[in-house]
């Protein structure tokens, strides 16, 4: 018999909705919802929550990616890493999109609600302290501001201790070009990767032979591809914050938009980064 199109008015009925799992238990949206508390009575404080709760949701997201990415390359399948990879890279542009909404409020909305946000910064965000760590832009010093939370700050030394993304990369580098791992570069796992000119030219060996290394130049144009999403994301924000409270300090005790912009120079992939000039 031919399957018949599910008719929501009159088959949801039959079905008996009351004792099947709805849409909102999938997604327990009860407790979703619950959970936006502004502290203030001023109207726009419930958007620059949401803004960064969804931020929140969208970074755990990229992490489940990183971390399904990194295991895939570890393993061999590049083909999954791929899709990750440019998962995350859509995901970035999914978290840029949303600064507009933002950039809606204006520096007379933001000055109504500023104070109830207390010590609050998203400096403290460290689902994404931890994306920057899974990437390479590891600094033990960025701890200090989950030390009150045990379990964040053991998650987040874990990771320090661990092969970046990156590392596993140049691993993955070596490993193709010479047929085994033994020259692979120590690299340290709590310090931020600095360019480095064996990698930097074992990269361009790539870029010099498309044809016979593709796999290789796929992965790098897919990680220079991240970074660049990850950048305009970064600039988003700097421009958001400048637009909104210009160059006060920010809650969290930072220099806020200086801080910003000493954060769009650094380089999560210098050696790809650095590479264009050589070729």
């Known amino acids: 018999m031919a399957n018949q199109a599910y008719n929501p008015e009159t088959d949801g009925a039959k079905m008996g909705f009351k004792d099947a799992m709805s849409y909102g238990d999938y997604l327990h949206l009860d407790q979703i919802l619950a959970h936006q508390a502004p502290q203030s009575e001023a109207h726009d404080e419930l958007l620059f929550v949401i803004q960064h709760q969804t931020s929140e949701l969208w970074m755990k997201l990229i992490l489940h990616e990183l971390s399904a990415a990194r295991e895939a390359l570890i393993s061999g399948d590049k083909s999954t890493m791929f899709k990750m990879l440019a998962r995350v890279s859509r995901i970035f542009e999914q978290l840029n999109n949303q600064w507009d909404v933002l950039r809606t409020m204006t520096p007379a909305d933001y000055t109504t609600f500023r104070e109830a946000l207390g010590p609050s910064s998203g400096f403290q965000s460290y689902q994404y302290r931890m994306i920057e760590f899974v990437l390479g832009n590891r600094n033990p010093n960025m701890l200090k501001p989950h030390e009150h939370v045990p379990d964040v700050h ?126």
């Open 154 to 279: 053991k998650a987040l030394s874990a990771e320090l201790a661990r092969p970046s993304f990156y590392h596993e990369v140049v691993r993955h580098l070596y490993t193709t070009l010479d047929g085994h791992d033994q020259n692979v570069p120590e690299l340290s796992l709590d310090a931020p990767h600095t360019a480095h000119p064996d990698i930097q030219a074992r990269w361009k060996t790539v870029y010099e032979n498309i044809d016979v290394y593709w796999s290789l130049y796929e992965l790098g144009e897919k990680l220079v591809d991240l970074e660049d999403y990850f950048r305009r994301w970064r600039f988003n924000h700097v421009t958001t914050v400048e637009r909104v409270i210009g160059f006060k300090r920010g809650t969290g005790g930072t220099s806020g938009v200086q801080y910003l912009r000493k954060m769009l120079s650094v380089e999560l992939f210098p050696d790809l980064w650095h590479l264009r000039g050589d070729l």
